[in-house]
């Protein structure tokens, strides 16, 4: 079992940034798949960012650019630094864990925090 929690959320102004922690505990191993995504009004969850074991970061295009994420496997920890805020990146954050495989100890299995608020508003 991994234990996922997120912090950093917030209330920011139009343009401003925030910084977005995750760090997962318990079963975490270095070669599980981290990620953060979103729920926006009206919107279905989406991918924001995630990051390999091996360190390849895949971005959502309409937030690349203005996100940087980031991660220390050794220490089970992620995160997501978000600039040029708009009032629609308002949403809950999510932070996941994903063992991308089946092995030994058990199935693919994909773990998630309680979610973070994030809302920019004037």
């Known amino acids: 079992q991994v234990h996922v929690v997120e912090s950093g959320g917030g209330f920011v102004q139009p343009g401003g940034s925030l910084r977005l922690s995750c760090a997962a505990s318990g079963s975490f191993a270095s070669f599980y798949i981290m990620g953060w995504y979103r729920q926006t009004p009206g919107k279905e969850r989406e991918l924001v960012a995630s990051i390999t074991g091996a360190g390849t970061i895949l971005y959502a295009p309409s937030l690349k650019g203005r996100t940087t994420a980031s991660r220390d496997s050794a220490k089970g920890t992620m995160s997501l630094q978000m600039n040029s805020l708009t009032p629609d990146d308002t949403g809950i954050y999510y932070c996941?864990?994903?063992?991308?495989?089946?092995?030994?100890?058990?199935?693919?299995?994909?773990?998630w925090g309680q979610g973070t608020q994030v809302t920019v508003s004037s």
């Open positions: 996941n864990v994903l063992k991308p495989y089946a092995d030994d100890l058990g199935p693919r299995t994909s773990y």
